[in-house]
């Protein structure tokens, strides 16, 4: 009988090794598996703080070129107020030359015209002024 307990002692204490042999393998992996995880969130960590500072940086360079748009809008707004203004005193000067050229062709109107007997002056009138 004692020796069946040996034997099963024996049996039970292999069990056991075997056991903690299995235990330290899993345990190893887990810890390898953690370590793993570990360097992975570092990684994502490092990518994540990267890519906010792009960013941040593509946000600051859009408001600098939204502020060069904005500035670039005024000047044209300005440069379109003062050309419309430019047209309208050019349109006034037109009327002004206009109904000066109308009084003027009123003489013209007064005046002799002739006939050039040139073939390809015939179709031209010729003003002449008395």
Same mark, same amino acid.
């Given at each position: 009988? +004692?020796?069946? =307990?040996?034997?099963?002692?024996? !049996?039970?204490?292999?069990?056991?090794?075997?056991?903690?042999?299995?235990?330290?393998?899993?345990?190893?992996?887990?810890?390898?598996?953690? @370590?793993?995880? %570990?360097?992975?969130?570092? #990684? =994502?960590?490092? %990518? $994540?703080?990267? +890519?906010?500072? #792009?960013?941040?940086?593509?946000?600051?360079? $859009? #408001? @600098?070129?939204?502020?060069?748009?904005?500035?670039? @809008?005024? !000047?044209?707004?300005?440069?379109?107020?003062? =050309?419309q203004e430019k047209f309208?005193?050019?349109?006034? !000067?037109?009327?002004?030359?206009?109904?000066?050229? /109308?009084?003027?062709? @009123?003489?013209?109107?007064?005046?002799?015209? +002739?006939? %050039?007997? /040139? %073939?390809?002056?015939?179709?031209?009138?010729?003003? +002449?002024?008395?």
């Amino acid at each position: 009988m +004692t020796h069946i =307990l040996s034997i099963i002692s024996k !049996e039970r204490c292999e069990n056991m090794v075997d056991y903690i042999k299995r235990l330290k393998v899993y345990i190893r992996w887990f810890q390898d598996l953690e @370590i793993n995880y %570990s360097l992975e969130q570092e #990684k =994502l960590k490092n %990518s $994540l703080e990267m +890519t906010q500072q #792009k960013s941040i940086e593509i946000e600051l360079l $859009l #408001k @600098i070129k939204e502020d060069e748009l904005n500035s670039i @809008i005024v !000047e044209m707004r300005r440069n379109c107020s003062s =050309l419309q203004e430019k047209f309208i005193k050019e349109e006034a !000067e037109k009327s002004v030359v206009v109904a000066a050229n /109308d009084s003027s062709s @009123i003489n013209y109107i007064k005046g002799e015209y +002739t006939v %050039s007997k /040139d %073939s390809h002056m015939a179709s031209q009138p010729k003003i +002449t002024n008395i």
